[in-house]
Antibody, heavy 114, light 107 residues
């Protein structure tokens, strides 16, 4: 079965960077692209980025264009999302997700900026 | 960017009642509209895709309708597990998705 397992919670200082991982299993990694979606405490869902796991091509939301980078390591079927220059308003749960006709989500990673 | 608005923000209902949730898009998304359910501490769960198709394992009490800019999610008779937040989500600009702000159904 398809599983997306994310790395554990992070606490970062303002101005720092965070890198969240998302390990995929149960399917051929290059079959589906991976999106990253975040959710601030008590707030809604915000799409951040997407990566084509076959070609490595990326798309980013305008709000994050200059601060986010998504990458993959096809040898370990793992995707990464790095967010730079963190501020307090980046405190959120970050999800990786397959949203491509099929729909699977990771468990989420809480990033606290304080 | 396509902006989605949802109404109402909160819906206070009782078990067995019918819930009607609305989602409006700032421009046509044709039928590339999905609905998610989210409970506290959980990832979103897909309910409806392409405006009106139930995802695998979703009970028949959930139904979606609409096209263009106006969409509706209906829960015909609320069960205890249905009290949650519901988000609409446009996919016409795949993979540059946007989500609505959510509607909370509470008791």
């Amino acid at each position: 079965q398809v599983q997306l397992v994310q790395s554990g919670p992070e606490v970062k200082k303002p101005g720092a960077s965070v890198k969240v991982s998302c390990k995929a299993s149960g399917y051929t990694f290059s079959t589906y692209g991976l999106s990253w979606v975040r959710q601030a405490p008590g707030q809604g869902l915000e799409w951040m980025a997407w990566i084509n796991t076959h070609s490595g091509g990326t798309k980013y939301a305008q709000n994050f264009q200059d601060r986010v980078a998504v990458t993959t390591d096809t040898s370990t079927n793992t995707a990464y999302m790095e967010l730079k220059n963190l501020g307090s308003d980046d405190t959120a749960v970050y999800y990786c997700a397959i949203i491509e006709g099929v729909d699977f989500w990771g468990q989420g990673t809480l990033v606290t900026v304080s | 960017e396509i902006v989605l608005t949802q109404s109402p923000a909160t819906l206070s209902l009782s078990l067995g009642e019918r819930a009607t949730l609305s989602c409006r898009a700032s421009q046509s998304v044709e039928t590339f509209l999905a609905w998610y359910q989210q409970k506290p501490g959980q990832a979103p769960r897909l309910l409806i895709y392409d405006a009106s198709y139930r995802a695998t394992g979703i009970p028949a009490r959930f139904s979606g309708s609409g096209s263009g800019t106006d969409f509706t999610l209906t829960i015909s008779s609320l069960e205890p597990e249905d009290f949650a937040v519901y988000y609409c989500h446009q996919r016409i600009n795949w993979p540059k998705f946007t989500f609505g702000p959510g509607t909370k159904i509470d008791l």
